[in-house]
Nanobody, 114 residues
Framework: QVQLVESGGGLVQPGGSLRLSCVAS????????MAWYRQPPDHRELVAAI??????NYADSVKGRFTISRDDAKDTVYLQMNSLKPEDTAVYYC?????????WGQGAQVTVSS
């Protein structure tokens, strides 16, 4: 059974940093485009994406603050989040998109509050 397991979430003060990790099992990560989404209470939005070739794109709201990266040897994708704001509070989900299949992680809560 394919699994994507996120970790690294938690409570942080405004201006702080967190790094989310997403470890994949039973898939070859290098064959997948990877992305991080987040879901505040009402909708899910794309935060950052990285293709299998390493091209990246970001939501305007996180450009310059968040960095997505991948280590295919470790089957892991990361989201480095700096200068966090209260509006970044959400459940963050990792996703893997292949040619014919896609997978989601279970989510990691990030709360930015003083």
């Amino acid at each position: 059974q394919v699994q994507l397991v996120e970790s690294g979430g938690g409570l942080v003060q405004p201006g702080g940093s967190l790094r989310l990790s997403c470890v994949a099992s039973r898939i070859t990560l290098s064959a997948y485009d990877m992305a991080w989404y987040r879901q505040p209470p009402d909708h899910r939005e794309l935060v950052a994406a990285i293709t299998s070739g390493g091209s990246t794109n970001y939501a305007d709201s996180v450009k310059g603050r968040f960095t997505i990266s991948r280590d295919d040897a470790k089957d892991t994708v990361y989201l480095q989040m700096n200068s966090l704001k209260p509006e970044d509070t959400a459940v963050y989900y990792c996703s893997a998109t292949g040619r014919l299949t896609g997978y989601w992680g279970q989510g990691a809560q990030v709360t930015v509050s003083s």
